[in-house]
């Protein structure tokens, strides 16, 4: 079912019409009052008064961003979205639906990761309605039916990246943001389609390990920063090491056969990759003692 448009005229000039149409039957009602003979003035007085009430009955107000959907006995008649006051059949039923941008944040659901870890995970979401039709009669409830809809598809989401990647080109929930919304967008919008709901913009809000692994996967990414630190520090130590041999072997400071290289190797090595500061030992006797 697809939104169309209903039927509705300005209602200013109906407000008019109905106060000429009441007046004309107090009218006739005050000649009858006057002494005026009872019979056709009697029935006519009192059939406007009833017309010009039915009529009333048909005045409803359009909000900016708002559409009104109209039931004939049950059976979808339009919608009308032209803002202002409006006029339209008096046995029209209406439903107002807001077409304004709505947001609202997922709880936190416990899900796991590719991986198969616990994790935690909340979600922003950015939505209104675009089709008034859909949203009022292919669903009950638009409203709870975006919101349920929302929380599974994060959660299938979730289920298909890990947490954090261990390979640079594989994407992962923790490093790669703008691939990982843009997914749960696609996902969030696919369900909710039938709804007649356009979805704007998901992010994720909330990203966690669960309680019961979160210090263990701490230490593990404590870890992981340690070996990559270490391996920076090896890497320029090593070259550190090669300047120092090549800048004394082009400028002639000092003959070092291969075995004081290894030591001169190691002792470098030793003081440039060491946690603490070393302490310098002056060596009083000759380069072999």
């Known amino acids: 079912m697809n939104e169309r448009q209903g039927f509705s005229v300005a209602g200013i000039p109906f407000v008019v019409a109905c106060l000429v149409l009441a007046g004309f039957g107090i009218s006739q009602l005050i000649g ?10 009697l029935f006519v007085g009192v059939g406007l008064l009833v017309l010009d009430g039915l009529l009333v ?33 008096p046995f029209y039923s209406r ?21 198969g870890n616990p994790i ?15 949203a009022v009669f292919c669903v009950d409830d638009y409203e709870n039916f975006v919101h349920i809809q929302s929380e599974s598809a994060l959660r299938q989401m979730a289920q298909n990246y890990p947490y ?6 594989k994407p992962s929930l923790r490093s790669h943001g703008e691939v990982i919304n843009n997914h749960l ?26 309680q019961e692994i979160a210090q263990a996967m701490l230490q593990r990414q404590q870890a992981n920063a340690i070996v990559a630190a ?4 090896v890497e320029g130590a090593v070259g550190m090491v090669a300047m120092a041999l090549d800048k004394l072997r082009e400028q002639g400071v000092v003959e070092l056969d291969e075995e004081r290289k ?6 470098l090595l030793v003081v440039l990759c060491g946690d603490r500061a070393t302490q310098p030992v002056v060596n009083a006797g000759s380069l072999y003692n």
């Open 32 to 41: 009858l009052k006057d002494g005026g003979a009872p019979g056709t003035p």
């Open 57 to 89: 009955k048909g005045f409803f107000q359009v909000a900016p961003n708002e559409g009104q959907v109209l039931q004939l006995f049950g059976k979808y008649a339009g919608t009308v979205r032209d803002e202002g006051l409006r006029w339209t059949n």
């Open 95 to 115: 439903r107002r639906v807001s077409l304004r941008v709505r947001n609202f944040e997922s709880g936190k659901l416990k899900v796991n990761d590719s991986d």
């Open 120 to 134: 935690e995970i909340a979600a922003v979401v950015v939505w209104q309605v675009l089709d008034t039709a859909e």
């Open 164 to 169: 954090d990647a261990h390979d640079d080109k």
């Open 185 to 210: 967008r696609d996902e969030i919008q696919a369900r909710l389609e039938k709804a007649g709901v356009q979805v704007i913009e998901a992010r994720i809000s909330h990203l966690a390990y669960a």
């Open 230 to 233: 270490r391996e920076r520090i």
């Open 262 to 267: 290894a030591a001169m190797v190691s002792n």
